[in-house]
């Protein structure tokens, strides 16, 4: 049986003291497969982005553990050999690729000084992985030798995906990766990463609030909500026999990335539909503006004129 490549076993994150203590994740459990992809799925605020930080080591577990190919990663790493040797077996690939780029260094530039830190393979081998990792992205020379301002949302994100590949990592986290794309580029995205996990058995640790994206790239998937995981098990099961309602939730559109129309696809309305308090019979409510809320100070009255007084009556 094939050894597990990434075990998270019991991780917790907790954040504040006291009575501003908040527990982000709760005891949250999953393994990830050599080669395999698993998605990770829930609303905002379910712990899904604090749960990869931990993972690659940008946040530090409150509990918990973490291994990689058996080898505990659940501290952060404090030497820059540690760090750049973590960095070989994991890496990310953030929502928005403009804030992850130096937006003064050219894209050539960026993904060479990556391979320098990973590797030393000189002037000239250096400039052939450039060249490498531009073809399997999907870059050619005159966007290498461009400023990310200069590319569009989808050509920043293939140098993200090109980036993090620059390593040569055993685990790739994918946050929101194309969530801010538009649906062709979405499309074009998503069989990029799953013609590169076919070609180098990359493992990706998919996590998104689309359940067509999850279904389209994993091969399982978990369901979180409030810090802690309410589902889990094979994609197609998850998504058409959820035993929780967050899945439902999940849901933002009623199309697929390919642009076609998705059926096993719940809607944003009909999770709206279930979850919705019924409405009171009725006549319909007041267009007019609700008043204003209690904190604000309220207009001080101003006070009636007094009435005039009545003449006093003559004296004789």
Request: with cysteine; hydrophobic share 35%.
């Given at each position: 049986?094939?050894?597990?490549?990434?075990?998270?076993?019991?991780?917790?994150?907790?954040?504040?003291?006291?009575?501003?203590?908040?527990?982000?994740?709760?005891?949250?459990?999953?393994?990830?497969?050599?080669?395999?992809?698993?998605?990770?799925?829930?609303?905002?605020?379910?712990?899904?982005?604090?749960?990869?930080?931990?993972?690659?080591?940008?946040?530090?577990?409150?509990?918990?553990?973490?291994?990689?190919?058996?080898?505990?990663?659940?501290?952060?790493?404090?030497?820059?050999?540690?760090?750049?040797?973590?960095?070989?077996?994991?890496?990310?690939?953030?929502?928005?690729?403009y804030?992850?780029?130096?937006?003064?260094?050219?894209?050539?530039?960026?993904?060479?000084?990556?391979?320098?830190?990973?590797?030393?393979?000189?002037?000239?081998?250096?400039r052939?992985?450039?060249?490498?990792?531009?073809?399997?992205?999907?870059?050619?020379?005159?966007?290498?030798?461009?400023?990310?301002?200069?590319?569009?949302?989808?050509?920043?994100?293939?140098?993200?995906?090109?980036?993090?590949?620059?390593?040569?990592p055993?685990?790739?986290?994918?946050?929101?990766?194309?969530?801010?794309?538009?649906?062709?580029?979405?499309?074009?995205?998503?069989?990029?990463?799953?013609?590169?996990?076919r070609?180098?058995?990359?493992?990706?640790?998919?996590?998104?609030?689309?359940?067509?994206?999850?279904?389209?790239?994993?091969?399982?998937?978990?369901?979180?909500?409030?810090?802690?995981?309410?589902?889990?098990?094979?994609?197609?099961?998850?998504?058409?026999?959820?035993?929780?309602?967050?899945?439902?939730?999940?849901?933002?559109?009623?199309?697929?990335?390919?642009?076609?129309?998705?059926?096993?696809?719940p809607?944003?309305?009909?999770?709206?539909?279930?979850?919705?308090?019924?409405?009171?019979?009725?006549?319909?409510?007041?267009?007019?503006?609700?008043?204003?809320?209690?904190?604000?100070?309220?207009?001080p009255?101003?006070?009636?004129?007094?009435a005039?007084?009545?003449?006093?009556?003559?004296?004789?």
């Amino acid at each position: 049986m094939t050894q597990p490549l990434l075990v998270v076993e019991h991780l917790t994150k907790t954040f504040g003291h006291g009575r501003t203590r908040a527990t982000a994740v709760a005891d949250v459990s999953f393994s990830l497969a050599p080669g395999g992809s698993l998605g990770i799925v829930g609303e905002s605020g379910s712990g899904k982005t604090t749960t990869a930080r931990m993972i690659i080591g940008l946040e530090r577990p409150s509990g918990g553990r973490i291994t990689v190919r058996g080898e505990d990663r659940t501290r952060p790493a404090r030497s820059a050999r540690s760090r750049r040797r973590r960095g070989r077996d994991v890496q990310i690939v953030f929502q928005d690729p403009y804030t992850s780029l130096d937006r003064r260094q050219r894209v050539g530039d960026c993904l060479a000084e990556v391979v320098g830190v990973h590797a030393r393979l000189g002037r000239e081998g250096t400039r052939k992985r450039v060249s490498e990792l531009a073809g399997l992205v999907g870059l050619d020379d005159r966007q290498l030798a461009a400023l990310p301002r200069a590319l569009s949302g989808g050509q920043r994100q293939r140098v993200a995906i090109a980036r993090a590949l620059a390593a040569d990592p055993d685990v790739l986290i994918l946050d929101e990766a194309v969530s801010a794309l538009d649906v062709s580029i979405q499309a074009q995205i998503l069989n990029l990463l799953s013609d590169i996990r076919r070609e180098r058995g990359v493992s990706y640790l998919f996590i998104s609030h689309d359940l067509a994206v999850i279904r389209q790239v994993t091969d399982d998937t978990i369901v979180m909500r409030h810090g802690a995981v309410v589902e889990q098990g094979p994609t197609a099961d998850v998504l058409d026999h959820p035993s929780h309602p967050t899945p439902v939730c999940c849901a933002t559109a009623s199309r697929a990335p390919d642009g076609t129309r998705d059926p096993h696809r719940p809607t944003l309305t009909r999770s709206r539909a279930m979850h919705a308090p019924a409405r009171a019979a009725g006549p319909p409510p007041s267009p007019s503006p609700p008043p204003p809320p209690s904190y604000w100070p309220a207009a001080p009255e101003e006070a009636a004129p007094p009435a005039p007084e009545a003449p006093a009556p003559p004296t004789r």
